[in-house]
């Protein structure tokens, strides 16, 4: 059994940062990689940021240069840190991890960037 919970965002006015982490509990094995998607209604989840062995990173490219994703591994935990919001970043946030062939879901989080 693997659980992941979400914590941070909120609300902040455009310009403005947050951050969200998530924290991994269970049967993980590694290698593994932690990541951020997020999802608008009426919307497909989309990949935010992902971090991998060797703290190999990506981004997609409407976040790279204001998003940071980082990870503490002995912590099993994923931080993403947002800076220069825009509206467009309104989302509802979700961590996952994949483990081999097996993804894993946070519970979200809500990301809402005022105008």
């Known amino acids: 059994q693997v659980q992941l919970v979400a914590s941070g965002g909120g609300l902040v006015q455009a310009g403005g940062s947050l951050s969200v982490s998530c924290a991994a509990s269970g049967s993980i094995l590694r290698p593994y990689v932690m990541g951020w998607y997020r999802q608008v209604p009426g919307k497909q989840r989309e990949h935010v940021a992902r971090i991998g062995s060797g703290d190999i990173t990506n981004y997609a490219d409407s976040v790279r240069g204001r998003f940071t994703i980082s990870r503490a591994v002995g912590k099993n935990t994923v931080y993403l840190q947002m800076n220069n919001l825009k509206p467009e970043d309104t989302a509802v946030y979700y961590c996952?991890?994949?483990?081999?062939?097996?993804?894993?879901w946070g519970q979200g989080t809500q990301v809402t960037v005022s105008s």
């Open positions: 996952n991890l994949h483990i081999l062939t097996s993804d894993y």
